[in-house]
């Protein structure tokens, strides 16, 4: 079954322009995808209107199923999103961001701190629970924000450039738990412009440009025609 459905999606903002002009695309339940463009080609605008933060001009959306429209609240619990930007409050402390997300979803206290201290020994970042997320270096902030957009045990989760402005190292292992919890059953969706960071995890790919999808196929498809 699908993760992801999205049929002939178009987004006009505010000022008249157009960023996605009629995108198609569907996800399977396991994969690994990569939707590759390069800056303003649209994909932060695709993952804004899949998790509910844009709104869309036209066309429909399905997650798991559930249709973005009229059954938001179904389709919104099965994302966990890990946005481009940093947005945790910076001086809460870690164990807190994840309890407190995970109340937001109506998970209670006990089992909150249940999965946040698995989810924080994952992501290497078990002796930090108390500190402040300032404290914490730009990697060790994107593996808090992981873990945040898990806390809810989303079906699908949805990475909006991983790994921009993280070193090498930080990268790897970040690769290396994504690619875990993809063996796992994870449906996970990144977007990112530098082709080498997909090929090394996606199994299938879209490539996005000017709003619309110029190419969508399976990644030794792409790269036995390169
Ligand atoms: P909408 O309500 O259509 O989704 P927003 O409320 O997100 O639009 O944006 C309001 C206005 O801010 C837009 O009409 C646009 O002029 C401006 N704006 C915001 N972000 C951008 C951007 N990345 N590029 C160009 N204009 C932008
Ligand atoms: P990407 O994530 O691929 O860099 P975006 O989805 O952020 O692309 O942006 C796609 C295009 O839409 C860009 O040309 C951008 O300037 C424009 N855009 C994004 N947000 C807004 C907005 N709120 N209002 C107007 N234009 C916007």
């Known amino acids: 079954s699908k993760a992801l459905q999205i049929n002939n999606l178009r987004k006009t903002y505010a000022n ?15 994969d690994f995808f990569a939707l590759l463009g390069g800056n303003g080609a649209g994909k932060s605008t695709m993952i804004g209107i899949i998790s509910s933060l844009v709104n869309k001009t036209d066309g429909d959306v399905k997650v798991c199923g ?24 910076m001086f809460e402390p870690v164990d807190e961001i994840l309890i407190n997300q995970a109340g937001y979803y109506g998970v209670p206290r006990k089992e909150a701190t249940i999965r946040a201290r698995q989810l924080l020994e994952q992501l290497e ?81 879209a490539i996005i440009n000017k709003g619309e999808i110029v190419k969508n196929t399976s990644m030794k498809t792409l790269l036995s025609g390169l």
């Not at 008249?16 to 396991?30: H, P, R």
Request: aromatic share 6%; with cysteine.
């Open 16 to 30: 008249g322009f157009t960023a996605l002009k009629g995108v198609s695309l569907d996800v399977e339940q396991g």
């Open 66 to 89: 559930f249709d973005l429209e009229t059954q938001r609240s179904q389709a919104k619990s099965m994302i966990g999103l890990v946005p481009q930007e940093f947005n945790i409050n």
């Open 125 to 205: 970042l078990w002796d930090k629970r108390k500190n402040m997320a300032r404290e914490l270096s730009g990697g060790m902030k994107r593996r808090l924000m992981i873990a945040r957009a898990l806390i809810h045990r989303p079906k699908l989760l949805i990475l909006d450039e991983p790994t921009a402005g993280v070193d090498i190292e930080i990268r790897r292992s970040m690769w290396d738990f994504l690619t875990k919890l993809n063996t796992a059953g994870m449906t996970i969706i990144l977007t990112t412009h530098y082709l080498e960071e997909a090929e090394s995890m996606c199994r299938n790919i």
